[in-house]
């Protein structure tokens, strides 16, 4: 299922928006629902995002009226992030199974995409994010130890966190996709900040791992201009580039930061100091 093309407003518009119009264009909600597919095609890089939980049946990603392609990959590239339970994707036949904070890399020009659980009870929810791709690339499983992690942060500035990278140059190659897993450590609730905007990438952050009661501030916004969105677990926030994406939680959670653009260059970022911040 899918709702069709969604357009972001620019830095101006933003400014003035309600806590209601906010949410409705930055925050992206009911993804994972039992037996389907849903996908969102943002305006952000033509980004698609979606999840599929499949359950009773085995689920096949359908291309949506919006790509006007045959099949979805024709002219895409995937990601696709487990962040529950266990499951199965194949692609043109080939069985890969995943485990919770695997990544599987979909390359362009994959005709059949499935998905499955190994256990109809406890249903794999898998976490789909799709650019546009100027090349093909193989399809490639990275499982969560074959990641490039490093540990980062500091107890004093409550932002120890595991980040992995999955696809990126060194990693699983791709045309414009880059895509990892941060996860912060009991006690420790901040992500990205000092904060950073990307002039060249969008990005996107999925919240997961958080309890029912939990929530992330999600701030975001012209560095002088911020406002904040207020998350809960398994919501996206879509970050285009001139905006910050930090967060700080009542508990510590997971996010998947997934980004397209100019580059892949992870680097290429624009520092913000902490004074310039309102």
Request: proline share 5%; glycine share 8%; net charge negative.
């Amino acid at each position: 299922m899918e709702k069709g093309m969604h357009s972001l407003p620019d830095a101006t518009r933003t400014r003035t928006l309600t806590t209601a119009e906010l949410r409705e264009a930055f925050l992206v909600q009911g993804l994972f629902r039992p037996d389907e597919i849903n996908l969102r095609h943002v305006d952000l890089d033509r980004v698609v995002v979606g999840g599929a939980v499949p359950c009773c049946d085995t689920l096949r990603l359908e291309a949506p009226p919006s790509l006007r392609a045959s099949y979805f990959a024709e002219r895409r590239e995937v990601g696709v992030l487990s962040i529950a339970g266990q499951g199965v994707v194949t692609v043109d036949g080939q069985r890969f199974p995943m485990d919770r904070l695997d990544v599987l890399y979909v390359g362009r020009g994959s005709r059949d995409v499935q998905f499955e659980s190994v256990d109809a009870s406890r249903p794999a929810r898998f976490y789909l994010v799709s650019y546009p791709a100027h090349a093909a690339h193989p399809t490639r499983l990275i499982a969560r130890s074959a990641a490039d992690s490093s540990d980062l942060g500091t107890t004093a500035s409550a932002n120890c966190r595991r980040l992995s990278k999955f696809i990126h140059p060194g990693g699983a190659a791709s045309a414009q996709l880059v895509m990892g897993v941060t996860e912060l450590q009991s006690g420790s609730v901040w992500n990205t900040m000092p904060s950073h905007t990307h002039a060249r990438r969008t990005e996107v952050y999925l919240y997961f791992g958080l309890p029912e009661d939990a929530a992330v501030v999600h701030l975001m916004g012209e560095p002088g201009e911020t406002r904040h969105v207020v998350v809960r677990n398994e919501e996206a926030v879509l970050s285009p580039p001139w905006s910050i994406h930090s967060g700080c939680g009542t508990t510590n959670y997971t996010f998947c930061w997934a980004m397209g653009g100019e580059n892949q260059d992870f680097t290429d970022m624009q520092s913000v100091d902490m004074r310039e911040l309102k």
